[in-house]
């Protein structure tokens, strides 16, 4: 994982695909643990949207280098 500040003081964190799943997985143990973690509960659906997201384009990647190969 990269920690990286902007320009507009934000902290931002850059993981590659597996840090991102091990994060949600360790995520959803705790809101489990603790349902009424407002935070947790907020990062949780955070991650999980990332990762959605880098399953979506990992699919569209897929079927974009299919249909160059069959054209």
């Known amino acids: 994982m990269q920690i990286m500040h902007t320009p507009g003081g934000d902290v931002v964190a850059v993981m590659k695909a597996k840090e991102l799943l091990l994060a949600e997985v360790a995520l959803v143990v ?14 949780m ?27």
């Open 45 to 71: 659906q955070d991650v999980v949207t990332a990762n959605e997201d880098v399953e979506r384009r990992a699919e569209e990647a897929a079927e974009s280098a299919e249909a160059a190969v069959s054209a």
């Open 30 to 43: 705790y809101v489990a643990e603790n349902p009424d973690s407002n935070l947790a509960v907020r990062m």
